[in-house]
């Protein structure tokens, strides 16, 4: 088995605190491109995506932006489940990260989604 490299940056969220779409990275915030090291979700009973594109997503069902990381609780009350990012994702220059939930601010168990990346220089 070999090493994984973690990212310089971390970016963690929770349904509650998106309730919709939330900016991981702008695309003006990414001139040289990015890489996405680690990634994880615990979708709880929710979906929840990551995208990445030039324009952002308007919705958790946006086709014109590319869904690149998803998981989508089974619905059972008290079953677990995680979805781990099998590899590293290059991200080009230019394109934003966004994240999106199906969760409403109410809605618990909270779904939580855990992304470290780099910036390329």
């Not at 090493?3 to 509650?16: E, P």
């Not at 939330?22 to 996405?36: D, Q, R």
């Not at 059972?76 to 601010?105: D, F, H, M, Q």
């Amino acid at each position: 088995m070999n090493a994984v490299t973690i990212g310089k940056h971390v970016a963690n969220f929770d349904s509650r605190a998106i309730n919709g779409v939330t900016t991981v990275v702008a695309p003006s915030a990414n001139p040289s491109g990015l890489v996405i090291q680690t990634g994880n979700i615990c979708p709880s009973n929710e979906s929840m995506s990551l995208y990445a594109g030039p324009i952002a997503p308007t919705d958790g069902g946006d086709l014109r932006v590319a869904l690149i990381f998803s998981a989508n609780g089974n619905g059972t009350p008290g079953s677990n489940s995680e979805v781990v990012l099998p590899y590293p994702l290059r991200i080009p220059a230019g394109w934003g990260l966004w994240v999106a939930t199906s969760a409403t601010t109410a809605t618990l168990p909270l779904a939580v989604m855990s992304l470290t990346y780099d910036l390329l220089a």
